[in-house]
């Protein structure tokens, strides 16, 4: 399993970036996909995710803004966001589980076993 972000970058407040993540050694639409960030010194949060069944789900902090998607063609999770803030500044990750969470655990990064490196995004007001 392998997962590879990219996407990410610089973006003034009120923007908009689009996040992929390129997944190889399995297929998206049979895992539970989901995107995490991150802030030196701080947790990971979960900010978005999509099941097998193509439920999603979304942080309070970005329900609105940001849209979880796949392209089962291109085996491609991405992350649609808009009306970007500066405290959207963060790593950005995507992770990857065989199991279907219940909604509960579907934001919880411990309840994902596959991850990416990770790609930056920072919002300049």
């Known amino acids: 399993v392998q997962l590879v972000e990219s996407g990410g970058g610089s973006a003034q407040s009120g923007g908009s970036l689009r996040l992929s993540c390129i997944s190889s050694g399995f297929t998206v639409s049979t895992y539970v996909m989901g995107w995490f960030r991150q802030v030196p010194g701080e947790g990971r949060e979960g900010i978005a995710a999509i099941d097998s069944d193509g439920v999603t789900f979304y942080s309070d902090s970005v329900k609105g803004r940001f849209t979880i998607s796949e392209d089962h063609a291109k085996n491609t999770l991405y992350l649609q966001m808009n009306d970007l803030r500066s405290e959207d500044t963060a790593m950005y990750y995507c992770?990857?589980?065989?199991?279907?969470?219940?909604?509960?655990?579907?934001?919880?990064?411990?309840?994902?076993?596959?991850w990416g490196q990770g790609i930056q995004v920072t919002v300049s007001s």
């Open positions: 992770a990857a589980d065989t199991r279907k969470p219940h909604k509960s655990w579907s934001l919880v990064p411990g309840f994902f076993g596959y």
